[in-house]
């Protein structure tokens, strides 16, 4: 099945400055891939997601990269600000199939980001 | 608020002791999905549901099942608790098992003691 990866498990950067969190899948049939952000003790939130036509998508300060030959994925954050502290998961699936494509959903270890002043 | 339902919101129980915890999608949404997350740990999936029957099963154990009744709402049952049970416990719902983002319920923190 899917394995995803990612990196780095925790991240510290200054209000302002860029945040890239990588992550790198197994299954090269793979072709969706989300990114869910779980501000402290609350419920995982879609931010953003590619799917495999793309190399790019970009949302105001948030841009999801794909590269599908070395099969990794990146998630960049511009301008940070303190309410992007919060733990950010990647995730990979197929969209098709017997059981459809959430049911494929692999999610990495998550990212710890946190922002500070 | 993302419309998906979950109850109870925290549960503190016994080893051995059974526990049941209750989802109600958001209204429209076909497929629920229950996710385990533990401390400081990713989602880990544990099984979907498309309108009333099973779809797909991840890590669960035997000691846990669930079902969806024909309102759409599912349960997720735990027996036999063990310390390593205590964690979150997600459900999420989508329209369709073909939608890409998935509802995230609020969580049913379980504390096995």
């Known amino acids: 099945g899917e394995n995803v990866e990612q990196h780095p498990s925790t991240l510290s950067v200054q209000e302002g400055d860029s945040a890239v969190i990588k992550c790198t899948y197994s299954?090269?049939?793979?072709?969706?891939f989300p990114w869910y952000k779980q501000e402290l003790g609350k419920r995982p939130q879609l931010i953003i997601d590619?799917?495999?036509?793309?190399g790019e998508k970009k949302d105001q300060r948030i841009a999801v990269t794909l590269n599908k030959t070395a099969k990794h994925f990146s998630l960049h954050i511009t301008e940070t600000q303190p309410e992007d502290s919060a733990v950010y998961f990647c995730?990979?699936?197929?969209?098709?199939?017997?059981?459809?494509?959430?049911?494929?959903?692999?999610f990495g270890t998550g990212t710890r980001l946190q922002v500070t002043l | 608020d993302s419309g998906v339902t979950q109850t109870p919101k925290h549960l503190i129980t016994a080893t051995g002791q059974r526990v049941t915890l209750r989802c109600s999608p958001r209204?429209?949404?076909?497929?629920v999905y229950w996710y385990q997350q533990s401390l400081d740990q990713g989602l880990q999936f544990l099984i979907h549901?498309?309108?009333?029957?099973?779809?797909a099963k991840g890590n669960i154990l035997e000691r846990f099942s669930a079902q969806q009744f024909p309102d759409l709402h599912s349960e997720l049952n735990l027996s036999s608790l063990e310390l390593g049970d205590s964690a979150l416990y997600f459900c999420?719902?989508?329209?369709?098992?073909?939608?890409?983002?998935?509802?995230f319920g609020e969580g049913s923190r379980l504390t096995v003691l």
């Open positions: 299954d090269s049939a793979s072709n969706y």
């Open positions: 999420a719902s989508s329209v369709d098992p073909y939608t890409g983002e998935l509802f």
């Open positions: 209204s429209g949404d076909l497929s």
């Open positions: 995730a990979a699936s197929q969209i098709g199939g017997d059981t459809g494509t959430a049911s494929k959903l692999t």
């Open positions: 590619i799917r495999s036509n793309v």
């Open positions: 549901y498309y309108n009333g029957e099973e779809r």
